[in-house]
């Protein structure tokens, strides 16, 4: 399994990454200070990196770790998709919501 500590630490910082966004946001919401919100700092292009490095760590440790002993190409493959449905399904709601 050469790529699971890629995959781990890209979900990881992923992780980290949308945290700091929720918790940033609700801190700049409590303050009154909308200027402060990391999620507007960042924007969609931001925005859209944590959900590809989610999705990326997720999809990868995911077809690592299957039942299905995939080779590493095809976890690989597989992390890759991932990381772009989650980059789409982030534009999509955001442009929805007018977030």
Same mark, same amino acid.
Request: net charge neutral.
């Given at each position: 399994?050469?790529?699971?500590?890629?995959?781990?630490?890209?979900?990881?910082?992923?992780?980290?990454?949308?945290?700091?966004?929720?918790?940033?946001?609700? !801190?700049?919401?409590?303050?009154?200070?909308?200027?402060?919100?990391?999620?507007?700092? =960042?924007?969609? %292009? +931001?925005? *859209? /990196? @944590?959900?590809?490095?989610?999705?990326?760590?997720?999809?990868?440790?995911?077809?690592? !770790?299957?039942?299905?002993?995939?080779?590493?190409?095809?976890?690989?493959?597989?992390? =890759?998709?991932? %990381? +772009?449905? *989650? /980059? @789409?399904?982030?534009?999509?709601?955001?442009?929805?919501?007018?977030?």
């Amino acid at each position: 399994a050469p790529m699971v500590k890629v995959y781990a630490v890209a979900l990881a910082i992923g992780v980290l990454g949308l945290l700091a966004i929720i918790l940033g946001s609700a !801190f700049a919401e409590n303050l009154g200070r909308p200027d402060r919100d990391p999620g507007e700092a =960042l924007g969609l %292009a +931001g925005k *859209s /990196v @944590i959900a590809a490095l989610v999705g990326f760590g997720m999809g990868g440790l995911s077809a690592e !770790f299957s039942p299905l002993d995939l080779s590493w190409p095809i976890a690989l493959i597989l992390s =890759l998709i991932a %990381a +772009g449905l *989650s /980059v @789409i399904w982030v534009r999509y709601s955001l442009t929805r919501t007018g977030a």
